[in-house]
T-cell receptor, first 113, second 113 residues
Framework: NAGVMQNPRHLVRRRGQEARLRCSPM?????VYWYRQLPEEGLKFMVY????????ESGMPKERFSAEFPKEGPSILRIQQVVRGDSAAYFC???????????FGSGTRLTVV | GQQLNQSPQSMFIQEGEDVSMNCTSS?????WLWYKQDPGEGPVLLIA?????ELTSNGRLTAQFGITRKDSFLNISASIPSDVGIYFC?????????????FGKGTKLSVKP
């Protein structure tokens, strides 16, 4: 009965490279949320997806960031041409629908060098 | 945009003491949630509050949804060493999508045995 699985746990990228973060929701969950956490800060909402649809991307930076949740496979958060300011912990959460008790994964810690 | 002010930022207490922390906002929230985050992990939901005035307990934890919908508090009674961590409040963005939570900056709790 696995929880929300995120990989990799740690990711190091040089400036200008691409970062791909993966999130496999809990079994039976079709709603996925991505949040970003800077050091000493709370989590900031980025995007909410259902299978094959972006429901709310109001927290996504307009450039370089994109997210998808295909019919098959994990949700992907993609950051192109990373910069030092992208260094953060990125958390994914999933829920079966209208329930607010959604479950977070353990996060991917991105370091841009 | 909407913001949550969480206080105190940090607390150093003796094992066995009670703890109280709170969140306030100038905006109304539909739902208040309290999470705990351990180092290197994702937040774990402790208590969810859905109605103004609601008081809910989960073991040694008690939380209340303020009657004005603009605040919430969390109490921990008889603290133990494993209570150490960062506690976050979060509110549902009123009028936003269901997945769009606003997080406070956290209260870091340290417990001396």
């Amino acid at each position: 009965n696995a929880g929300v699985m995120q990989n990799p746990r740690h990711l190091v990228r040089r400036r200008g490279q691409e970062a791909r973060l993966r999130c496999s929701p809990m079994k039976g969950h079709s709603h996925v949320y991505w949040y970003r956490q800077l050091p000493e800060e709370g989590l900031k909402f980025m995007v909410y997806l259902q299978k094959e649809n972006i429901i709310d991307e109001s927290g996504m930076p307009k450039e370089r960031f994109s997210a998808e949740f295909p019919k098959e496979g994990p949700s992907i958060l993609r950051i192109q041409q990373v910069v030092r300011g992208d260094s953060a912990a990125y958390f994914c959460a999933s829920s079966p629908g209208e329930d607010y008790g959604y479950t977070f994964g353990s996060g991917t810690r991105l370091t841009v060098v | 945009g909407q913001q949550l002010n969480q206080s105190p930022q940090s607390m150093f207490i003796q094992e066995g003491e009670d703890v109280s922390m709170n969140c306030t906002s100038s905006s109304i929230f539909n739902t208040w949630l309290w999470y705990k985050q351990d180092p290197g992990e994702g937040p774990v939901l402790l208590i969810a509050l859905y109605k103004a005035g609601e008081l809910t307990s989960n073991g040694r934890l008690t939380a209340q949804f303020g009657i004005t919908r603009k605040d919430s508090f969390l109490n921990i009674s008889a603290s133990i060493p494993s209570d150490v961590g960062i506690y976050f409040c979060a509110g549902e963005n009123y009028g936003g999508s269901q997945g769009n939570l606003i997080f406070g900056k956290g209260t870091k709790l340290s417990v001396k045995p």
